[in-house]
């Protein structure tokens, strides 16, 4: 099964069940170390063997928003996310995704190139996103998570996680196309570990086909996270394999896009599957 994704001025497709959405980290602090870069030339050098690996779509972060993370400035951000773009942009056509919930960082971004808004506040930190977007025609990933980067891990509650993460990230994707924001253009993420306890990750990575009823492309951000550490037992250097199998979970119940680290095994893993469940994955 194929996927297609349409961006302000073109569309992407691949041939393999999901995108593969390959992460640069422009920060000191992300959660693996082997992810961080520290300067503008270390990040499009990544960034391009993510490209030569396969990445559908490159994501760039110039904030940690990991359990326990610190605010960063607006003007720590730019310094830290816009060479980077102009720098890949420069070399790359690849689709550059923005994770980011300030709206002067994506207008700066889109500037310079970007093609994606990835907003882990879901539109809700800083309204003025909603109209940075629209304007532009760009998608936008709306995330679920509960309270603040600092204190969400602190105690998460809830009743019916799949039920209430989808009934939130429909309410924002109603906001979004109130906005002005077209409905082919919002993909929608239920944040895993954001404000999640582990019960409540197991239950939305199971719940995958739930999200995807919306009738919305549904992205996992799984790659390495603390939750697949809960289930194996390993650290993060050594949670490939349960990554791998998570996301594929994942991409049978219906997601799109899978925003990982690995992008050469994730790449194998969809391509695999595509040849051995060709009928099999809705």
Not at 49 to 69: F, K, Y
């Amino acid at each position: 099964m194929s996927r297609s994704l349409r961006l302000a001025d073109r569309e992407i497709a691949t041939e393999l069940p999901a995108f593969v959405m390959g992460i640069v980290n422009a920060t000191p602090d992300s959660f693996w170390p082997s992810s961080r870069t520290q300067s503008t030339a270390a990040g499009a050098e990544s960034a391009f063997a993510l490209v030569e690996a396969g990445a559908d779509i490159i994501d760039i972060g110039g904030e940690s928003t990991r359990p326990g993370s610190d605010y960063v400035s607006e003007a720590e951000e730019l310094s830290r996310v816009i060479p980077l773009v102009r720098e890949i942009r420069r070399i790359s056509s690849v689709p550059i995704s923005i994770d980011t919930r300030k709206s002067a960082v994506m207008r700066a971004a889109l500037d310079e190139g970007a093609d994606i808004c990835n907003d882990i506040s879901a539109l809700a930190d800083d309204p003025a996103l909603a109209d940075v977007a629209a304007s532009a025609g760009i998608p936008v990933i709306l995330m679920h998570k509960a309270g603040i980067p600092a204190h969400m891990q602190d105690a998460p509650a809830y009743q019916d996680v799949v039920a209430e993460v989808r009934a939130f990230l429909c309410e924002r994707a109603a906001f979004a196309v109130s906005k002005g924001i077209a409905q082919d253009r919002i993909i929608l993420d239920p944040g895993i570990g954001f404000g999640k306890r582990q019960s409540d990750n197991i239950a939305l990575i199971r719940g995958v086909s739930i999200l995807a009823s919306t009738g919305f492309p549904v992205l996992m951000a799984l790659s390495r996270k603390s939750c697949i550490g809960y289930m194996t037992g390993r650290e993060v250097a050594d949670r490939l394999a349960g990554t791998l199998t998570a996301n594929l979970v994942s991409v049978l119940g219906g997601a799109s896009i899978l925003r990982v680290h690995d992008v050469a095994e994730t790449r194998d893993m969809l391509a695999v599957l595509k040849e051995t469940l060709p009928d099999g994955i809705s």
